[in-house]
C-alpha cells in the first residue's frame, strides 16, 4: 500500500496534521486494505484522535484498547503510574477511579502483578472499553464511590482519582481532538477545575487502608487549593512534579 500511504501523508498534511507522514504509517499499519486505510485517514484528518482511529494507545509500557468517544491517556499521566507502581505490592487492593479506558490500573498492574484492582467510571462507554482492557478485573459503573463494592470501604492500598480537572470556562479552549471527541464528564470540572477532586477528597479517608494513598492529577495554578481540600478532608498531602513529562500529582494519606 505504497501509494496508498503516500496519499495519506498528502490528505493528513492538508488537513493541518504536523505529523501527517508518521501518522500515516501508524494508519497504514492499522488498516486492512487500501479502502479501509482511506477510511481512517478521513477519520483523522476530520479531527478524531489517532488513538481512537487505530483502536488503541500505547501508554506506560502497555497497549491499550480504545474506541470512539473514550478519553485518551496522556503521556504526563506516567507520574501517576510511577508513584502508584511504587506504593503497591502484590495482594495490595488497587481502585483506578474515574478510570476511562482503565489505563492507569492496566499500567500499575503490568508494574506489579498480583495486585487486585477494582476500576469504576461514571460513562458506560468508558466502561466498556475499560472491561476490554481488564479482563479477569472488576470494572463498575457509576458516580465516584457509588460504584464501588461496600466491602472495600477501608482496605484500599491505592485510589487512583485521574479526575477531570479543566475548569469549565476553558473547555472552549481545549484542542479540537479532545473537545469534539473526548465525553465531557472526563474533562469538566467545574468552576476552578476542582469540583470532582474535592468529591473524591471528601469520601478517600472512609475507603482508604491505613496509610494508603490518593493519587490525583492537578495543575500548577490549582496546587493550594487541591492542597487545602486534602487537608479540609483529614488527609496529609504532599506535590509531585515531573517537568519532563510536565506532569504534577497531589499524593495524600489519611492523617
Do not use: K
Not at 492499522?30 to 483502536?55: I, M, N, Y
Not at 469504576?120 to 481488564?134: G, I, S, T, W, Y
Not at 487541591?226 to 492523617?255: C, E, H, K, Q, W
Amino acid at each position: 500500500m505504497t501509494d496508498a500511504r503516500a496519499a495519506a501523508t498528502v490528505r493528513l498534511r492538508a488537513a493541518g496534521c504536523v505529523f501527517a507522514e508518521e501518522e500515516a504509517e501508524i494508519l497504514s499499519g492499522a488498516a486492512t486494505s487500501a479502502d479501509h486505510l482511506a477510511a481512517l485517514v478521513e477519520r483523522r484528518a476530520a479531527g478524531e484522535p489517532l488513538e481512537q482511529v487505530v483502536g488503541h494507545a500505547d501508554f506506560c509500557g502497555v497497549r491499550v484498547r480504545l474506541r470512539p468517544g473514550v478519553f485518551v491517556p496522556r503521556v504526563r499521566s506516567e507520574l501517576l503510574v510511577r508513584l502508584g507502581a511504587a506504593a503497591v505490592r502484590p495482594g495490595d487492593v488497587v481502585v483506578d477511579l474515574c478510570c476511562g479506558s482503565g489505563a492507569l490500573g492496566l499500567a500499575v498492574h503490568h508494574r506489579v502483578p498480583g495486585i487486585v484492582l477494582h476500576a469504576a467510571d461514571v460513562d458506560p462507554v468508558a466502561v466498556a472499553c475499560a472491561r476490554d482492557n481488564l479482563p479477569g478485573h472488576a470494572v463498575h459503573q457509576g458516580d465516584l464511590y457509588g460504584a464501588l463494592p461496600p466491602e472495600l470501604r477501608g482496605r484500599i492500598t491505592l485510589l487512583l482519582a485521574n479526575v477531570p480537572y479543566v475548569a469549565t470556562r476553558h473547555l472552549p479552549f481545549l484542542p479540537a481532538e479532545a473537545r469534539d471527541h473526548e465525553p465531557r464528564t472526563a474533562l469538566d470540572g467545574g468552576d476552578d477545575g476542582l469540583a470532582v477532586f474535592r468529591a473524591v477528597t471528601a469520601g478517600a479517608a472512609g475507603w482508604l487502608a491505613p496509610g494508603g494513598l490518593l493519587i490525583s492529577e492537578i495543575t500548577e495554578a490549582q496546587t493550594a487549593a487541591a492542597l487545602a481540600a486534602a487537608v479540609g478532608n483529614g488527609l496529609t498531602p504532599t506535590v509531585t512534579t515531573d517537568d519532563d513529562l510536565d506532569a504534577r500529582a497531589i499524593v495524600s494519606r489519611p492523617t
